[in-house]
C-alpha cells in the first residue's frame, strides 16, 4: 500500500536540504517505510426495507453509512526471523456529520504482535478464528450469515500456526476476568482451489452454549461453490449453501441459509448480489435479500425484504 502524500511530507521535513543532498535514495527509503502505512474506505448505501407481519405491512429507505473505517498499521524487524506489528482501525459515520463523533466512535481491530517461524502471536481486539468457518459471508450489506457464536472480539489473545501442508490452526482465548470462560479454536485446510475449516467455540459467558462449525468451498474457473454448517446444543441448527460467479470486472453472488431453533421457531434467507469494480480502488454492488420467519406454534410468517444499492472507496 502506497505512503500517504502527508506521511512523505513529514519525512521530507525531518532532513535538511544539506544532508537531503548527502543521504543516498535508500535511506529516505529507510525513512518512509519505518513511517505507519495509512488505509481506510468509506462505504455507503441507499436501502429500501418492507416488512409484512401477515397483520400488516410497513416500509422505510434510509441513506446510511455501511462500516466507513480508517486504520494504521506498522511492522518491523525485532530480530532476524522475527517482526513485531501493530494495527489500529477505528469507525466513523460517513452519512451524517451532525451525529458523527469523529474518530474513535467505535474499534473495528486494533492489536499488537509477534511474528515469526513459529507462528503468530496477537493481543487486542481482532475476530475470533471460529469466525474462519463463515465463508458464506459474500456480500456487502445485508445478506446470509454465520457465526452462530457471535462471540465478542476485544480483550482476547490468538494464536495462529504456521501452514503446514495446507493446514493452519488458530486459537482464540478471552483475557476478561472472571469464571466464566471463552474460546474458540479452528482448523484450516487450503490446497489450490480447496479450502475446508472446523470450529469450536466454548461460551460459558451467561449460560451460553458451545458452537461446532464446518465450512467448505471449492473454485473451479470463474465460480466458487461454498457450503457451511454449525450447530450449537439447545439453542439451533444453521446451515447455508452459496455461490459465487465473476465475469470480468463483475462478480455475482447468491447464497440460501436456514435456520432451525429448539423454540421450534424457523427461519430462511435469500440473498443475491450483483458487485462491479469501477477501479482497483471503487466498486458499486445492488443486493436483494428476502428473510422468512416462522414462529412457533403457527401463526403468520413475517417477511423481511431489502433492497440495497451501495458504493465503496477504499485506499
Same mark, same amino acid.
Given at each position: 500500500?502506497?505512503?500517504?502524500?502527508?506521511? %512523505?511530507?513529514?519525512?521530507?521535513?525531518?532532513?535538511?536540504?544539506?544532508?537531503?543532498?548527502?543521504? /543516498?535514495? %535508500?535511506? #529516505?527509503?529507510?525513512?518512509?517505510?519505518?513511517? /505507519?502505512? +495509512?488505509?481506510?474506505?468509506?462505504? #455507503?448505501?441507499?436501502?429500501? +426495507?418492507?416488512?409484512?407481519?401477515?397483520?400488516?405491512?410497513?416500509?422505510?429507505?434510509?441513506?446510511?453509512?455501511?462500516?466507513?473505517?480508517?486504520?494504521?498499521?506498522?511492522?518491523?524487524?525485532?530480530? /532476524?526471523? +522475527?517482526?513485531?506489528?501493530?494495527?489500529?482501525?477505528?469507525?466513523?459515520?460517513?452519512?451524517?456529520?451532525?451525529?458523527?463523533?469523529?474518530?474513535?466512535?467505535?474499534?473495528?481491530?486494533?492489536?499488537?504482535? +509477534?511474528?515469526?517461524?513459529?507462528?503468530?502471536?496477537?493481543?487486542?481486539?481482532?475476530?475470533?478464528?471460529?469466525?474462519?468457518?463463515?465463508?458464506?459471508?459474500?456480500?456487502?450489506?445485508?445478506?446470509?450469515?454465520?457465526?452462530?457464536?457471535?462471540?465478542?472480539?476485544?480483550?482476547?489473545?490468538?494464536?495462529?500456526?504456521?501452514?503446514?501442508?495446507?493446514?493452519?490452526?488458530?486459537?482464540?482465548?478471552? *483475557?476478561?476476568?472472571?469464571?466464566?470462560?471463552?474460546?474458540?479454536?479452528?482448523?484450516?485446510?487450503?490446497?489450490?482451489?480447496?479450502?475446508?475449516? #472446523?470450529?469450536?467455540?466454548?461460551?460459558?459467558?451467561?449460560?451460553?452454549?458451545?458452537?461446532?462449525?464446518?465450512?467448505?468451498?471449492?473454485?473451479?474457473?470463474?465460480?466458487?461453490?461454498?457450503?457451511?454448517?454449525?450447530?450449537?446444543?439447545?439453542?439451533?441448527?444453521?446451515?447455508?449453501?452459496?455461490?459465487?460467479?465473476?465475469?470480468?470486472?463483475?462478480?455475482?453472488?447468491?447464497?440460501?441459509?436456514?435456520?432451525?431453533?429448539? %423454540?421450534?421457531?424457523?427461519?430462511?434467507?435469500?440473498?443475491?448480489?450483483?458487485?462491479?469494480?469501477?477501479?482497483?480502488?471503487?466498486?458499486?454492488?445492488?443486493?436483494?435479500? *428476502?428473510?422468512? *420467519?416462522?414462529?412457533?406454534?403457527?401463526?403468520?410468517?413475517?417477511?423481511?425484504?431489502?433492497?440495497?444499492?451501495?458504493?465503496?472507496?477504499?485506499?
Amino acid at each position: 500500500m502506497k505512503k500517504t502524500l502527508i506521511a %512523505s511530507a513529514v519525512a521530507a521535513a525531518t532532513i535538511s536540504s544539506t544532508t537531503f543532498a548527502m543521504d /543516498p535514495a %535508500s535511506e #529516505l527509503a529507510a525513512r518512509l517505510d519505518s513511517m /505507519p502505512t +495509512v488505509y481506510g474506505n468509506i462505504q #455507503l448505501v441507499q436501502s429500501y +426495507v418492507n416488512v409484512d407481519t401477515g397483520a400488516g405491512e410497513s416500509s422505510n429507505t434510509d441513506f446510511a453509512d455501511n462500516g466507513s473505517t480508517i486504520g494504521f498499521k506498522h511492522k518491523h524487524e525485532i530480530m /532476524p526471523g +522475527v517482526e513485531g506489528f501493530f494495527k489500529a482501525e477505528f469507525h466513523f459515520d460517513a452519512d451524517d456529520q451532525a451525529t458523527n463523533t469523529g474518530l474513535g466512535e467505535k474499534f473495528d481491530e486494533a492489536y499488537i504482535g +509477534v511474528k515469526g517461524d513459529f507462528g503468530t502471536v496477537l493481543a487486542g481486539s481482532e475476530d475470533t478464528v471460529y469466525e474462519w468457518v463463515d465463508q458464506i459471508d459474500l456480500f456487502e450489506s445485508v445478506g446470509v450469515a454465520g457465526d452462530v457464536a457471535g462471540m465478542a472480539e476485544s480483550d482476547t489473545l490468538h494464536y495462529y500456526s504456521p501452514s503446514f501442508s495446507g493446514f493452519t490452526v488458530g486459537v482464540t482465548k478471552s *483475557l476478561e476476568g472472571g469464571s466464566e470462560y471463552t474460546a474458540s479454536v479452528a482448523a484450516k485446510y487450503e490446497m489450490e482451489a480447496l479450502q475446508v475449516v #472446523l470450529g469450536y467455540a466454548i461460551n460459558d459467558l451467561d449460560g451460553g452454549e458451545d458452537v461446532i462449525g464446518l465450512s467448505g468451498s471449492y473454485k473451479f474457473g470463474d465460480f466458487k461453490v461454498i457450503g457451511q454448517f454449525e450447530t450449537q446444543d439447545e439453542n439451533v441448527d444453521f446451515w447455508a449453501l452459496g455461490g459465487v460467479y465473476t465475469m470480468g470486472a463483475t462478480q455475482f453472488a447468491a447464497a440460501y441459509g436456514f435456520a432451525d431453533f429448539e %423454540s421450534d421457531e424457523e427461519a430462511s434467507e435469500i440473498t443475491l448480489q450483483a458487485l462491479h469494480n469501477l477501479s482497483d480502488n471503487m466498486y458499486v454492488y445492488v443486493e436483494y435479500d *428476502l428473510k422468512t *420467519l416462522e414462529p412457533a406454534g403457527g401463526g403468520d410468517d413475517t417477511d423481511v425484504e431489502t433492497f440495497n444499492v451501495g458504493a465503496t472507496y477504499a485506499f
